[in-house]
Nanobody, 127 residues
Framework: QVRLVESGGGLVQSGGSLRLSCQAK????????IAWFRQAPGKEREGVAC????????SYIDSVKGRFTISSDRAKNAVDLQMSGLKPEDPAVYYC????????????????????WGKGTLVTVSS
């Protein structure tokens, strides 16, 4: 059974850092691309970053470039999202997703139809 389990959310001060982790269960993250999305209250869910399983290449939306880093932890079968320089516009529920056919790209971050989703982890930023 394919499952994704997010962890690492919490409360952090503006400008601070947080590391999220997406644990893959029932499949290997070595073979399928994984993306991080987020949804703030009253807003649509948006793709944030993704990583390709075959070569580790990454894609980000412009608003997080230079602040967020997505990486694969093969030993844990997980994909992490290191967030730094957190801003007031970053608070949201962060979800990871995978799709056995979708490939990571900037275009795919604009697609909300990935097949499998975690339940999310809440990130709150205080000013």
């Amino acid at each position: 059974q394919v499952r994704l389990v997010e962890s690492g959310g919490g409360l952090v001060q503006s400008g601070g850092s947080l590391r999220l982790s997406c644990q893959a269960k029932g499949f290997s993250s070595d073979y399928y691309d994984i993306a991080w999305f987020r949804q703030a209250p009253g807003k649509e869910r948006e793709g944030v970053a993704c990583i390709r399983s075959n070569d580790g290449s990454t894609s980000y939306i412009d608003s997080v470039k230079g602040r967020f880093t997505i990486s694969s932890d093969r030993a844990k079968n997980a994909v992490d999202l290191q967030m730094s320089g957190l801003k007031p516009e970053d608070p949201a529920v962060y979800y990871c997703a995978t799709d056995f056919e979708e490939s990571c790209s900037v275009r795919s971050l604009g697609y909300n139809g990935w097949d499998y989703w975690g339940k999310g982890t809440l990130v709150t930023v205080s000013s």
